[in-house]
Antibody
């Protein structure tokens, strides 16, 4: 069974940093692009970033470029999102998802709250 | 940038009704479109990809159609467990970017 489990969310002050993790199991992690998608409270879905199978290509939504970094560790079946210079508008549930251009498997999400 | 719109933004229908949701792209995206279902408080779930291909395990009352700029998601007979927000998503510019529609909330009348 495919499983994606996010962790690392929490309350952080504006300007602070947080690192999200996503542990994958049940599939060959190194064979797939992976993605982060976020959802602000009461709002819709927003794609944040994705990363190629070997980590050589990465893409970001404009609003997080230069602040967020996506990475992966194929040896440990793990996906990461390093978030720096956090803003109130980054407050959201962050989901990791398996990326086949569409997103066919999703984790349960981890909540990031940016507030003083 | 290609924008995605959905209509209606919300709807209320009776159990057994046929429900249709429309998604429109501001430019043609061929059939690079997916539909997701998000039940209240739950994780999004892929329903349809390539505009009309049903994801494994999804009930056959769900169907998708369209190509180019206009797409539809149809629920042939609405069930109580279909109460959810439905999102379309374009992926014609993958892997450089993905855009979701604003969502359509479906309730039972």
């Amino acid at each position: 069974e495919v499983q994606l489990v996010e962790s690392g969310g929490g309350l952080v002050q504006p300007g602070g940093s947080l690192r999200l993790s996503c542990a994958a199991s049940g599939f060959t992690f190194s064979s797939y692009w992976m993605t982060w998608v976020r959802q602000a409270p009461g709002k819709g879905l927003e794609w944040v970033a994705n990363i190629k199978q070997d980590g050589s290509d990465k893409y970001y939504v404009d609003s997080v470029k230069g602040r967020f970094t996506i990475s992966r560790d194929n040896a440990n079946n793990s996906l990461y999102l390093q978030m720096n210079s956090l803003r109130a508008e980054d407050t959201a549930v962050y989901y990791c998802a398996r990326n086949r251009d569409y997103f066919d498997c999703w984790g349960q999400g981890t909540l990031v709250t940016v507030s003083s | 940038d290609i924008q995605m719109t959905q209509s209606p933004s919300s709807l209320s229908a009776s159990v057994g009704d046929r429900v249709t949701i429309t998604c429109r792209a501001s430019q043609g995206i061929s059939n690079y479109l997916a539909w997701y279902q998000q039940k209240p408080g739950k994780v999004p779930k892929l329903l349809i990809y390539a505009a009309s291909t049903l994801q494994s395990g999804v009930p056959s009352r769900f169907s998708g159609s369209g190509s180019g700029t206009d797409f539809t998601l149809t629920i042939s007979s609405l069930q109580p467990e279909d109460v959810a927000t439905y999102y379309c998503q374009k992926y014609n510019s993958a892997p450089r970017g993905f855009t979701f529609g604003p969502g359509t909330k479906v309730d039972i009348k």
